[in-house]
């Protein structure tokens, strides 16, 4: 859909004042995201030029936006494109619902940042209109990190060349890398996904050692290696079958906050040792089958704390987003590292280091 700024400013006028004539209706809690997509949301990127509908009759592989069906959780409402290859997402939201809320900017951050292919995501209600750099990792304590624009609907005629970054011509030409912040913090928070977990699981890996071998003195090195690893390995095989739906969700979370509504009063392992036995008799995979990590206990809490760490919004990682082969990457150099003894210390080192 071909297009001039001249022509977007006038769409975007007509719908400005669309909105503020029923603005009390449409901020109201009747007025649902459905209907803002349609009445405003939609026809304010077909006036930047893109093709919602597909009237061109594009093929599935070709069509300039992919679009979810209704109020969806996981992936962002829409995908737009230039020649079949995603370049930004966009997450909607209803008017009344306030766009500062941090679960709503985390739900569209962690997306776009799990892709690793697309670095820009726009969380609107059209009242708001918020465009962030999602290459930058998402961080729960300051959802607002990595924000390019911010503006209202009373901003937009008078940002009118910020927002036509955003057309199709100006994206076809390398618009978008010159939204992506270039101050020094941004780019040392620019962390892939790859590295973060690598680092998260390590992190998880050393603390676990040194809890065990506290509890465990007398624990050989290769059984605190398999114990430790064999643990993770159940939590991160659960996470990535809930995340694809291939079993309930949530199930980890729900034995940790179970745990705390007992007054802990059992140890959280109790709880675990049950769920690992059912999803083996329900898988009978090998990283199921009765093993050590069963008999040695564990504290508690720092098993709840790495188990919420794997669970939005603490978590930014979606198992169903990240691909196989990088998962498989991510492992491969997880298991070149090794816990090691001393008599003073338990540290995860490289294989190579022993």
């Not at 966009?90 to 569209?108: C, F, G, N, R, W």
């Not at 057309?167 to 928070?189: H, I, M, T």
């Not at 959280?268 to 069963?294: T, V």
Request: hydrophobic share 40%; aromatic share 12%; proline share 4%.
């Amino acid at each position: 859909m071909d297009t001039t700024i001249e022509v977007f400013r006038e769409k975007i006028s007509r719908l400005v004042e669309k909105f503020e004539r029923d603005k009390y209706f449409y901020l109201s809690k009747q007025y649902l995201e459905a209907q803002a997509r349609r009445d405003f949301i939609d026809p304010f990127f077909e006036a930047l030029g893109w093709d919602i509908e597909n009237k061109a009759g594009l093929s599935p592989f070709e069509r300039e936006v992919i679009l979810e069906k209704g109020e969806t959780k996981g992936r962002p409402d829409y995908n737009f494109r230039i020649e079949g290859v995603s370049k930004f997402y966009v997450e909607a939201k209803a008017p009344s619902e306030p766009l500062d809320k941090t679960a709503h900017i985390l739900q569209a951050k962690s997306y776009v940042w799990n892709t690793r292919d697309v670095f820009i995501v726009v969380l609107t209600d059209f009242e708001e209109f918020k465009v962030f750099d999602a290459s930058l990792k998402p961080d729960p304590r300051n959802p607002n990190l990595g924000i390019i624009y911010d503006f209202k609907y009373t901003d937009y005629l008078k940002k009118l060349d910020d927002l036509w970054m955003l057309s199709p011509e100006e994206v076809a030409s390398g618009s978008l890398d010159k939204l992506l912040l270039k101050d020094a913090q941004s780019k040392r928070l620019r962390i892939p996904v790859d590295k973060s977990f690598l680092s998260d699981m390590t992190g998880w890996r050393e603390e676990l050692a040194k809890d065990l071998y506290k509890r465990n003195p007398d624990i050989n090195v290769r059984m605190l290696n398999e114990v430790v690893q064999r643990i993770l390995d159940r939590f991160v095989f659960i996470r990535i079958a809930e995340d694809r739906k291939i079993v309930e969700p949530k199930s980890l979370l729900e034995l940790a906050e179970l745990w705390k509504r007992e007054g802990k009063r059992r140890p959280l392992q109790y709880h675990l040792n049950i769920l690992f036995r059912q999803i083996n008799g329900d898988l009978n995979g090998e990283i199921f089958k009765h093993h050590a990590c069963e008999t040695y206990e564990f504290d508690s809490s720092l098993l709840a704390k790495i188990i919420e760490g794997l669970y939005f919004p603490k978590c930014p990682y979606r198992f169903d987003v990240i691909g196989v082969e990088l998962l498989g990457s991510i492992y491969e150099r997880y298991l070149g590292n090794t816990i090691r003894l001393t008599a003073k210390r338990v540290k995860v080192v490289e294989s190579c280091r022993l």
